[in-house]
């Protein structure tokens, strides 16, 4: 069985300085990864996926995230944070034989000017 | 990539009543997921829906509170039945792509009063 830990329900920073929201996840099998995004009252966005090839996914707005299979994590960066980035951020893993997904707490964001 | 259509949109019920939700794809899907997510909570899967067998609940959901219709391969409903207060929240549909990534329908917001 899968699932995912969200190491910050909070995560305040910046703007301009980087961003780092962790997550580890736990998978019986090879897992594929995804960070997904949430802004207030919108639906979920897919920012970036892991699905075997490159350790280090790009994603849209400036995220990246690195598959690291010796820590079992997954953990979101960007280098300079913009105040549109305030929202809440799901790290989710899927072990690709069910297709079940599994949503991390998940990690608010909190852009300070 | 694939488009799904949720319907209602949102509702407010009375306590005690039933509201089914429906969920319609644009492709022909083996899985779909229905999903809840709880005021300022991440999301819960509540079951799997195959086509042609029952729906698989996860731990906490049962099949005479959440009963699953999955009548073809691109349509799919999920009743909430006899609906208290604590049973309001977003619910959202599910599927995913040949890329393993979740495509989700638009939600159904639920206020139960």
């Known amino acids: 069985a899968q699932s995912v830990t969200q190491l910050d329900s909070h995560v305040s920073v910046s703007e301009g300085t980087p961003v780092l929201l962790r997550c580890n996840y736990s998978?019986?099998?090879?897992?594929?990864l995804f960070w997904y995004v949430q802004h207030p009252n919108k639906g979920l966005q897919l920012l970036l996926k892991?699905?075997?090839?490159?350790?280090l996914v790009k994603g849209i707005n400036g995220f990246e995230a690195e598959f690291k299979k010796s820590e079992t994590s997954f953990h979101l960066t960007k280098p300079s944070a913009h105040m549109s980035d305030a929202a809440e951020y799901f790290c989710?893993?899927?072990?690709?034989?069910?297709?079940?997904?599994?949503f991390g707490k998940g990690t608010r964001l909190h852009i300070l000017p | 990539s694939a488009v799904i259509s949720q319907k209602p949109s949102r509702d407010i019920c009375q306590r005690g009543t039933s509201l089914t939700i429906q969920c319609q794809v644009d492709?022909?899907?083996?899985?779909m997921f229905w999903y809840r997510q709880q005021p300022g909570q991440s999301l819960t899967l509540i079951a799997t829906?195959?086509?042609?067998?029952?729906?698989?609940?996860e731990s906490g959901f049962v099949i005479d509170k959440f009963p699953i219709s999955r009548p073809n391969l691109t349509f799919s409903t999920l009743t909430v039945s006899n609906m208290s207060p604590e049973d309001s929240s977003i619910y959202l549909c599910?599927?995913?792509?040949?890329?393993?990534?979740?495509?989700f329908g638009q939600g159904t917001r639920l206020t139960v009063v």
């Open positions: 998978s019986s099998y090879s897992p594929s």
């Open positions: 892991y699905t075997s090839a490159a350790t």
């Open positions: 599910s599927v995913v792509g040949g890329g393993y990534e979740a495509f």
């Open positions: 829906a195959n086509q042609g067998s029952e729906a698989t609940y």
């Open positions: 989710v893993v899927s072990d690709n034989r069910d297709d079940k997904i599994i």
């Open positions: 492709s022909q899907v083996t899985m």
